[in-house]
């Protein structure tokens, strides 16, 4: 079984920043890759940003060269540095691993919201 546990949400105004961080804990076995997403209200969840177990990265094009995705293999932590928050930024972001054979895991969520 596989827990990840993410922190660092809140609330910032726009131009602000947040880095939020996903702790996972088990049996970590297999693991393709790991990465955020996030869900704003009435819309689908979406990639944020993922890091693969090779250190490859990739962004949703709304928050290139704003955010930072790194990961911390000994401590099973992957990071998501936000920076130049924008409203639009506001959501639920879930922090997701995914094994080599497509199966997910889920964090439970932790809600950023960036005032105007």
């Known amino acids: 079984q596989v827990q990840l546990v993410e922190s660092g949400g809140g609330l910032v105004q726009a131009g602000g920043s947040l880095r939020l961080s996903c702790a996972a804990s088990?049996?970590?076995?297999?693991?393709?890759?790991m990465g955020w997403y996030r869900q704003a209200p009435g819309k689908q969840r979406e990639l944020v940003a993922r890091?693969?177990?090779?250190?490859?990265?990739n962004y949703a094009d709304s928050v290139k060269a704003r955010f930072t995705i790194s990961r911390d293999y000994a401590k099973n932590t992957v990071y998501l540095q936000m920076n130049s928050l924008k409203p639009e930024d506001t959501g639920v972001y879930y922090c997701?691993?995914?094994?080599?054979?497509?199966?997910?895991?889920w964090g439970q969520g932790t809600q950023v919201t960036v005032s105007s």
């Open positions: 997701n691993m995914r094994r080599r054979d497509s199966y997910n895991y």
């Open positions: 890091i693969t177990s090779s250190g490859s990265t």
């Open positions: 088990g049996s970590i076995f297999s693991i393709n890759s």
